[in-house]
T-cell receptor, first 112, second 114 residues
């Protein structure tokens, strides 16, 4: 089955700096890669996703890149703000496997 | 519009008791998923419902776990004879249809087995 690895497990940055979280996956059939943000006591919130027919997608301060050959994808957050502090999860899915396989999460702390 | 809702938000039960967790998906969403999140861990898939199709139960950890979805909407996850290792946050998600991957999560039910 699919295996998703996520790094780093914790990340601390200064406000205004950029943050990068990386994930690798094992199943070449995976074609959908979402990123979720989870705040304490809440469910995961979908923040951005990318499908295998594109290499990069941006939405304001966040962007996701995908390298299908290397089987890795990354989340980039620019101009970080304290409210970006949360746990971020990457995931992978495909048309035949409806359920997503999640990474283990990255705790991002933005220092004011 | 209203998001995915789950109840109860917290449940404390004694080892050996049965528990039922409820999920109300987003109106119109035909796909529904249950995941489990242990403390400090990622999300583990449990079960998936799509319309009237047979559910995908491949993630259920034991036969003590079961789920049903009535009328294609509300779902109930049942854990029988709870064990301490069942303590976790149980998350429900829904998506529009089988061709639409975006899954939207509820706030979860925190289950504590004492």
């Amino acid at each position: 089955g699919e295996n998703v690895e996520q790094h780093p497990s914790t990340l601390s940055v200064q406000e205004g700096d950029s943050a990068v979280i990386k994930c690798t996956y094992s199943d070449s059939a995976s074609n959908y890669f979402p990123w979720y943000k989870q705040e304490l006591g809440k469910g995961p919130q979908l923040i951005i996703d990318i499908r295998s027919n594109v290499g990069e997608k941006k939405d304001q301060r966040i962007a996701v890149t995908l390298n299908k050959t290397a089987k890795h994808f990354s989340l980039h957050i620019t101009e970080t703000q304290p409210e970006d502090s949360a746990v971020y999860f990457c995931a992978a899915g495909d048309t035949g496997r409806r359920a997503l396989t999640f990474g283990s999460g990255t705790r991002l702390q933005v220092q004011p | 519009g209203a998001g995915v809702s789950q109840s109860p938000s917290n449940k404390v039960t004694e080892k050996g008791k049965d528990v039922e967790l409820r999920c109300d998906p987003i109106s119109g969403h035909t796909a529904l998923y249950w995941y489990r999140q242990s403390l400090g861990q990622g999300l583990e898939f449990l079960i998936y419902f799509q319309g009237n199709s047979a559910p995908d139960k491949s993630g259920l950890p034991s036969d003590r776990f079961s789920a049903e979805r009535t009328g294609g909407s509300v779902s109930t996850l049942t854990i029988q004879r709870t064990q301490q290792e069942d303590s976790a946050v149980y998350l429900c998600a829904s998506s529009l249809d089988r061709g639409n991957y975006e899954q939207y999560f509820g706030p979860g039910t925190r289950l504590t087995v004492t």
